[in-house]
């Protein structure tokens, strides 16, 4: 695996927004058509994870209807790399969303949102999704990376 790449994937809870921030690019749900858009991406427990606030999501919505799409890496390399986005259970959703919130309720991250957020109000309507890689070398990472 490319030193770059893992070193990009390696994110944890005090990486910068710069170093979370990708893009995807996912097939539309109605058009079929190629959609970017940039977002955060979440590393728990050795593996990635989509979310996002509690309102209906587009990109959500595109990868329920099209789960395969491409993560484009821009924070310190240039990558494309092939996945596929799978659902999760409700213990790995609870788990997940607990991490992401941590981040999103530090007051440097919550100043700019506006308030804290919700717990129950994320696992009731927050998106998630987790990442796994068409490259098998990708699709999980120590925790300590």
């Known amino acids: 695996m490319n030193v770059a790449i893992a070193r990009a994937l390696a994110i944890g809870p005090d990486s910068s927004a710069a170093e979370r921030t ?3 690019t996912t097939l ?4 079929g058509l190629p959609r970017r858009i940039e977002i955060w991406f979440h590393r728990v427990d050795g593996r990635w994870y989509l979310t996002g606030m509690p309102v209906p999501r587009g990109w959500y919505a595109n990868l329920r ?3 395969r799409f491409v993560v484009h890496l821009k924070h310190g390399v240039r990558a494309d790399l092939p996945a596929t986005a799978v659902p999760v259970d409700e213990p790995t959703r ?3 969303i ?3 919130l941590d981040l999103q309720n530090r007051p440097e991250i919550a100043a700019r949102v506006g308030r804290r957020q919700s717990l129950d109000e994320w696992l009731a ?3 998630l999704v987790e ?7 990708l699709r999980t990472q120590p925790a300590s990376a």
């Open 125 to 127: 309507h927050s998106p």
């Open 28 to 31: 539309g749900a109605r058009t």
């Open 94 to 96: 609870r788990r997940v």
């Open 131 to 137: 990442i796994v890689f068409d490259d098998e070398r």
């Open 98 to 100: 607990t991490a992401v």
């Open 22 to 24: 990708i893009d995807i």
């Open 65 to 67: 209807a099209n789960p």
